[in-house]
């Protein structure tokens, strides 16, 4: 980690993360990120998407919101994003996408993105996040691209020591309906008894504080 980041004020922020939401099993599951991204944006707000070479969110954001200026962010040119790297942005956004990318990232480069990120975003800004579930195993160890394994407190620790406050956390799952109320309603006590989880992502919500 770099020297910069005081462990003692990382085990406080992870803490604090873990009083507030509890364990795992405590954090609500989330079915649809969607409707849950809509309810942060507002028509005309500024989005930076990290990591999206297909611009999909794009597309289904503009059903709603058709106003919204959306620019996106990632290394692959195939998709001929709008910057390649996030150090040559100079504009700033309301919104800002991070799906299922820190963990592809070193820890230290992962701290530097966020801090780069909280400084693209405007005052009272939102950052939407996700990282695959390190309760449940698979999410993680599937992919060799992956490095780092966050646990939920400790990226919620991570974001409050980078000047973030925490809005809203979740686990997402989404099943066909039998399956889904079989998992959360009947195998869930026996998750927890084992120490695993069967959700698949952990996301956060998190906001940059006004300045004063």
Request: proline fraction near 3%.
């Amino acid at each position: 980690m770099p020297e910069r980041v005081s462990w003692s004020k990382l085990f406080s922020n992870r803490r604090a993360v873990h009083k507030q939401y509890g364990d795992i099993w405590d954090i609500g599951i989330l079915k649809k990120r969607l409707p849950l991204m809509l309810s942060v944006i507002r028509d005309g707000d500024r989005i930076l998407d990290v990591g999206s070479s297909t611009r999909e969110w794009e597309v289904r954001v503009r059903e709603r919101y058709p106003h919204i200026v959306y620019k996106n962010m990632d290394v692959d040119e195939e998709g001929c994003p709008d910057y390649r790297t996030l150090g040559e942005i100079e504009e700033t956004f309301d919104i800002v996408f991070l799906f299922e990318v820190i963990e592809h990232l070193s820890l230290g480069d992962g701290m530097d993105m966020l801090k780069k990120v909280h400084a693209l975003l405007s005052n009272g800004g939102h950052l939407i996040l996700t990282t695959p579930n390190i309760f449940n195993p698979s999410r993680f160890w599937r992919d060799a691209t992956h490095k780092v394994a966050y646990c939920y407190d400790e990226l919620g620790g991570i974001l409050l020591g980078n000047g973030f406050s925490i809005v809203s956390m979740h686990r997402t799952y989404n099943d066909a309906f039998h399956r889904f109320l079989f998992r959360v309603y009947v195998m869930a006590p026996l998750f927890r008894f084992l120490g695993i989880d069967f959700t698949k992502s952990i996301l956060i919500v998190a906001r940059k504080e006004e300045a004063r």
